[in-house]
């Protein structure tokens, strides 16, 4: 069965300081897709990454970056320089590369920025 | 692209009422997912159409919810009767395949009272 465990339920910062959230997922499939997802306040849900399982190089897309590790399982999102707008739920989500599967979400962390 | 469309984006009804929600995807996306979200049960995926046909509802609640996608610009997610327990945000969300990334509608906020 497929998982994704994101132990973290809320995390505060102050405003400029580094964070990360953790994801841990599960599946025994090869072939694989992980994403990660933003709530804000507002409610909509916003795309940021997805990463398949053959790509393991980490990515940086300004202030945000990805550590992928296949050997912990893992998919781990790093704010550098935390801003209050980056105040959310992040969401991490995993899916297969099989026909009629679909996308399995964490339960999300709640990232609370104070200036 | 105008992105996904919801509507209503906020609904308040009595239970025992019916309930319709109504979604347009990004064009040219082949799958459309319905998710409900609370607070006690997180994302959940209730069902998704791959090229307007149904392909996995099991994530369904009941025989009370039903939804459908006429054609490939519209589909609804129908509660009858609605019950204080629907209360939820319902997402709608769309993509090119079962394996890219969804791109969510602004969600209908669901009070049953």
């Known amino acids: 069965a497929q998982k994704v465990t994101q132990a973290q339920t809320e995390i505060s910062v102050v405003e400029k300081e580094d964070v990360t959230l953790d994801c841990v997922y599960e599946?025994?499939?090869?072939?694989?897709?992980l994403f990660w997802y933003k709530q804000p306040p507002s409610g909509e849900l916003v795309f940021l990454i997805r990463r398949n399982s053959f790509d393991e190089q980490n990515e940086i897309s300004g202030r945000y970056s990805w550590n992928f590790q296949k050997s912990t399982s893992s998919f781990n999102f790093t704010i550098t320089a935390s801003q209050v707008v980056d105040s959310a739920v992040y969401f991490c989500a995993l899916i297969l590369n099989q026909a009629g599967t679909a996308l399995i979400f964490g339960k999300g962390t709640t990232l609370s920025v104070s200036s | 692209d105008a992105g996904v469309i919801q509507s209503p984006r906020h609904e308040v009804t009595e239970m025992g009422q019916e309930v319709t929600l109504r979604c347009k995807p990004i064009?040219?996306?082949?799958?459309l997912f319905w998710y409900r979200q609370t607070m006690m049960r997180g994302l959940e995926l209730l069902i998704y159409f791959n090229n307007n046909v149904p392909i996995d509802d099991s994530g369904m609640p009941e025989d009370r919810f039903s939804a459908k996608m006429p054609n490939a610009s519209f589909s609804t997610l129908k509660i009858q009767p609605s019950e204080p327990r629907d209360s939820a945000v319902y997402f709608c969300a769309s993509g090119p395949s079962s394996y890219n990334e969804q791109f969510f509608g602004p969600g209908t906020r669901l009070t049953v009272l």
């Open positions: 064009s040219g996306h082949d799958y």
């Open positions: 599946t025994r499939d090869t072939t694989y897709y």
